[in-house]
């Protein structure tokens, strides 16, 4: 299993990024992707995560995030809207089997992680 997180960049307050997570070696439909952030001083936190029939979203980005994906090209994606200060860290896609997936989100016990992308929301 591999993955591969990019998109990040630097954003001014309000503006939008697109993360992407490329993944190879697993059944997307049998696995949980997660986004999970860590900044400078900071512990990690579960952002979001998408399972075949539910999702998961922090309270810290709902209504401004989205996460989807692209079962045919294999792909999980964050959309990040209205970015703030606060959502500067480096971002990593993560992934496991499926099976008690929300806890997985929530405690970050993912098998599987990426290289994470950096995201910084600066004037």
Do not use: H
Not at 31 to 36: A, D, E, L, N, T
């Amino acid at each position: 299993v591999q993955l591969q997180a990019s998109g990040g960049g630097l954003v001014q307050p309000g503006g939008s990024l697109r993360l992407s997570c490329a993944t190879s070696g697993l059944n997307l439909e049998n696995y949980v992707i997660g986004w999970f952030r860590q900044a400078p001083g900071k512990e990690r936190e579960g952002v979001s995560c998408i399972v075949t029939s539910a999702t998961y979203y922090a309270d810290s980005v709902k209504g401004r995030f989205i996460i989807s994906r692209d079962n045919v090209n294999d792909a999980v994606y964050l959309q990040m809207n209205d970015l703030k200060p606060e959502d500067s860290a480096i971002y990593y896609c993560a992934t496991d089997r499926s099976e008690n997936w929300y806890s997985k989100c929530l405690y970050g016990g993912m098998n599987y992680w990426g290289k994470g992308t950096q995201v910084t929301v600066s004037s």
